[in-house]
């Protein structure tokens, strides 16, 4: 059964870090591109980053030099270091993995809210 289970969002002050976590189960992850997206109230979800099976990453031009993505094909993780948090990074954020359009898969999604 294809699983993707986020965990590590949460409450923080403007300035602080999270870091999320997300842990596919069902498929072959290495195979996968894997990612996060998110989502903000009254927004359309959009791109965070992704990371490739060869490790190629991309991400949105407005996080460079505060998120970074990771993957661990051995343990079937792929994780975002999320530094400087904003009030408007907060939002549902979502784990994906894309290998085609006929095998995409999402989590259930994790809240980030970013307040003082």
């Known amino acids: 059964q294809v699983q993707l289970a986020e965990s590590g969002g949460g409450l923080v002050q403007p300035g602080g870090s999270l870091t999320l976590s997300c842990a596919a189960t069902g498929f072959i992850f290495s195979a996968y591109r894997v990612g996060w997206y998110r989502q903000a109230p009254g927004n359309q979800r959009e791109l965070v980053a992704t990371i490739s099976s060869d490790g190629t990453t991309n991400l949105a031009d407005s996080l460079k030099g505060r998120f970074t993505i990771s993957r661990d094909d051995i343990r079937k993780l792929v994780t975002l270091q999320m530094n400087n948090l904003q009030p408007d990074d907060a939002g549902v954020y979502y784990c994906?993995?894309?290998?085609?359009?006929?095998?995409?898969?999402w989590g259930q999604g994790t809240q980030v809210t970013v307040s003082s």
């Open positions: 994906n993995a894309h290998y085609n359009v006929w095998l995409e898969y």
